[in-house]
């Protein structure tokens, strides 16, 4: 065999040079307040409470902390602007502050995608190129339902609800906050939303977008603040949907919290979906399909593909090229074009997750992570984490993390593959990795889980229904079948 | 059966195939055995990459290594050895007003114009790649072919860039484009070989693929996505692809053979682009000249004028760099 490897030549190094996208296209107030009725308002009765860069732990701004009175004067708002302006309002017209928003948000990408970074700690490459048009497509997307609610198979004439609550929570803050408004503007409804506590930022400059696009006052509030004003706001009398997505933990708490009320509920929780690898897949997308379920967006991801479940007659070749693959990944600065992997959002979720991760190795997996990673000393970092000896039984193979943190079992057969795909509370995502069609549809069809990616993850799109089964909540957003938790269908029923 | 990795046993053992009536069922077996390739996959991971922001420093030592990594080429039904002669000046010193600036990888020509070439080039490093096997289609007979590699390696060329029976690939002939690549290294002598692909008639990326498994099986040296006479030619998916298959060779028997992107490359841009694809799918271990190639024309101007921009600030006018 030939042998080509010429020894006078030497190989280099190539680092990149740091490539930050600049900073100053964002304007950082000192302080915001909230936005109701159409107008940045101080708190009535709540507090003040401050967001900080994770990257650096530096103090962003301060951000009003919603009390009782504001939540009862942004749902007076938002029921005003329902009955005078914004339900009787036809669908073409509704239309077209939508589709403003949606070009508002195009025109003001770079600076909401620097915001988000600086704000949520991810890296600029996905804010840039995921969050922030995706943003832009849930708002195209549901403009063009506006005036075809007719056509959605919900009736001739289906009917807004009313005043929509909704929470959302720090992982996509502003596709979140695309995800939950587009949707309820689009069927006639109004919306005060809370943003979470650690990222508000976005959700302002969205109000700004709002205001800009000069929606009717009252159609969109923006109300932060943390879990006391959420609870207060979906706890609020005069509001006739929530919709919330977040924790487990939390949804259950609501769904308790207004029981027996006349309020339509959503939930979009927690995940642990399985990412399942069979011997005939297309292995070096599978690797790429790997690192994409669970290192995407630091693994704060509820449809994370935080569950690797491999063939074990091609395990070792997986986890050699995916341990390869890992020791590529750039760790650093969200703002640096070239990062890979950002900052984890704030102090209390790196608790939790140094927590899990220290309980897998007490019970018996292996621990891993690239040698070659190296953690910048302010702000809140983890490494990309591989546990591979994992067994249904451990904690990382049961809890959500919610971090980047990948936890490997193997299985053998098909059957296997799904027995223990499904052996989960949670029932949001999950992902098969094969080039034969029929294994694909065999499994699409018996996995429990809202949503079955067949040989790439967490891709998104405005037209495909996102939502869960069993402890992962109920109720859909996107697509025709999203609509339906913004309408009052009980009218035609 | 699946082969998900080929062993080192696999790979000896193709490579050590003999005839082509033995071969084919074996090659077969060999190349459908490898895992597929997942084309939106292949092209999202391309994508990214391709977004890869290479500034300052960065950008600097990435223009030099394009510069070093140029197959500085001319395949032209009129060319001559006039012409042939002022692309070697370009190659051996391609700024003349600045003695930094490395000469090109390599100068690729014509097998008729060689001698031309060679004579140019003596004494520099720049080597001499000729194209050979009834370039571009490789519509001739095997004795043809050899003829025209031993004629090119006889008059000095030190690189041979053949092309592969596309018709003979599609039609599922693998053996007998094995025993091609093999006569032709054969050929070659101390030549190195370049088995050039022609992905864009190949197609798919599984082909790609099976492709370049075959002909680094068969002995080549560097794998070449095109000949430039067709479209499309070089994709960053399909260097990737190939760039896979030369990474796994190197895990599964230590030796490093090269890859070329040929055609369409034009702009520093692009060149990056290609480098950050050769750095992160197969390492760093690939960013030399005798594993990474770029076969251009005009890529090589704007090289120098990205490079003179970053060393004073200002973009040189067209009229500040030389025209072949």
């Not at chain 1, 860069?53 to 504001?70: F, Q």
């Not at chain 1, 669908?91 to 070009?103: N, P, Q, V």
């Not at chain 1, 809370?194 to 923006?222: F, Y």
């Not at chain 2, 600097?60 to 000046?89: F, H, N, S, W, Y």
Request: net charge negative; hydrophobic share 45%; glycine share 8%.
């Amino acid at each position: 065999m030939t042998e080509t490897t010429t020894p006078d030549l030497v190989t280099p190094t190539w680092d990149y040079a740091p490539a930050p996208e600049a900073r100053d296209i964002v304007r950082l107030s000192s302080s915001y307040g909230l936005f109701i009725d159409g107008a940045f308002v101080d708190t009535l009765d709540g507090g003040a409470l401050k967001t900080v860069n994770p990257a650096t732990e530096e103090v962003l701004a301060e951000v009003a902390e919603a009390g009782a009175k504001d939540i009862d004067r942004a749902v007076a708002a938002a029921r005003r602007a329902f009955t005078e302006v914004w339900g009787p309002m036809p669908g073409r017209e509704r239309a077209k502050y939508l589709y403003r928003i949606a070009r508002l948000i195009q025109e003001r990408a770079r600076e909401f995608a620097v915001l988000e970074s600086l704000d949520n700690g991810k890296p600029i490459r996905e804010s840039r190129d995921v969050d922030v048009p995706l943003a832009a497509a849930h708002f195209f997307h549901h403009a063009g339902w506006a005036d075809k609610l007719a056509h959605a198979g919900y009736g001739p004439d289906p009917r807004p609800l009313g005043v929509a609550a909704q929470v959302i929570p720090w992982n996509f803050p502003l596709l979140m906050a695309a995800w939950k408004i587009a949707p309820a503007l689009a069927t006639g409804n109004t919306v005060v939303l809370k943003p979470a506590e650690t990222t508000p930022l976005s959700a302002l400059l969205l109000a700004e977008v709002v205001q800009q696009a000069e929606l009717p006052p009252g159609v969109v509030n923006i109300v932060t603040g943390a879990g006391e004003t959420g609870a207060a706001l979906v706890g609020h009398p005069d509001v006739d949907k929530v919709a919330f997505t977040g924790s487990t933990e939390v949804g259950k708490a609501i769904q308790r919290q207004i029981a027996g009320t006349r309020k339509k509920l959503t939930l979009e929780l927690g995940g642990k979906a399985a990412n399942v690898v069979f011997d005939d897949a297309p292995i070096d997308q599978a690797v790429e399909g790997i690192v994409n379920g669970i290192f995407f967006n630091q693994g704060h991801v509820c449809c994370a593909g935080s569950r690797l479940l491999v063939q074990e007659s091609v395990e070792t070749e997986v986890l050699e090229r995916l341990k390869a693959r890992l020791a590529t990944l750039r760790l650093g600065d969200p703002l640096d074009k070239n990062t890979d992997i950002g900052a984890i959002n704030s102090a209390q979720q790196l608790a939790k997750i140094t927590e899990l991760a220290a309980s897998g190795e007490q019970e018996g997996a292996q621990r891993w992570s690239p040698e070659s990673c190296v953690l910048p000393e302010r702000g809140y970092w983890f490494a990309p984490t591989v546990f591979t000896g994992v067994a249904q039984s451990h904690r990382i193979a049961r809890e959500e993390i919610f971090g980047p943190v990948l936890s490997v079992l193997s299985f053998r057969t098909p059957q296997e593959a799904l027995d223990k795909a499904n052996n989960t509370p949670f029932g949001l995502s999950a992902g098969v990795w094969t080039e034969k069609g029929s294994r694909i549809l065999w499994m699409a069809q018996r996995l429990r889980a809202g949503v079955v990616w067949a040989n790439t993850f967490n891709r998104f799109d405005p037209t495909s229904p996102f939502g869960g089964y069993k402890e992962s909540g109920f109720g859909r957003e996107g697509g025709r079948q999203g609509l339906a938790a913004y309408l009052d269908l009980e009218v035609d029923a | 059966m699946t082969v998900v990795v080929p062993s080192a046993v696999d790979f000896a053992a193709v490579s050590d195939l003999a005839d082509a009536g033995e071969s084919d069922a074996a090659l077969r077996r060999f190349l459908h055995g490898l895992p597929g390739v997942d084309q939106v996959g292949a092209d999202a991971r391309a994508a990214t990459l391709a977004t890869r922001s290479i500034k300052k420093q960065a950008k600097l030592q990435a223009i030099d290594m394009a510069i070093a990594m140029t197959d500085l080429t001319t395949l032209e039904g009129m060319d001559t050895p006039g012409k042939v002669r002022t692309l070697c000046a370009k190659a051996r010193r391609p700024d003349p007003a600045d003695p930094s600036v490395p000469p090109v990888a390599a100068v690729c020509v014509y097998g008729d114009l060689v001698p031309a070439a060679a004579e140019a080039l003596r004494g520099s490093p720049v080597r001499i790649a000729a194209v050979a096997t009834a370039f571009p289609s490789g519509r001739a007979s095997l004795r043809v072919k050899l003829e025209d590699t031993r004629e090119a390696v006889a008059a000095g060329a030190t690189e041979i860039d053949m092309v592969i029976d596309r018709g003979a690939f599609l039609a599922g002939r693998y053996g007998q484009v094995f025993d091609e690549i093999r006569a032709v290294k054969d050929a070659c002598g101390p030549a190195h070989l370049k088995v050039i692909l022609e992905t864009g008639e190949l197609a798919t990326y599984d082909n790609v693929r099976r492709a370049s498994w075959l002909a680094l099986a068969a002995g080549a040296d560097f794998i070449k996505t095109s000949t430039g006479k067709v479209a499309p030619s070089a994709t960053l998916p399909v260097a990737l692809v190939m760039l896979e298959a030369v990474r796994d060779v190197a895990e599964l028997t230590g030796q490093y053979r090269g890859v070329k992107v040929a055609g369409g490359v034009r702009t520093t841009k692009d060149a990056i682009r290609y480098l950050v694809l050769a750095h992160e799918v197969a390492g760093a271990e690939w960013l030399r000249a005798d594993r990474f190639r770029i076969g251009a024309s005009s890529l090589l101007n704007d090289l120098l004028m990205q490079r003179a921009k970053q060393a004073t600030g200002r973009y040189w006018g067209p009229d500040y760099v030389t025209i072949e």
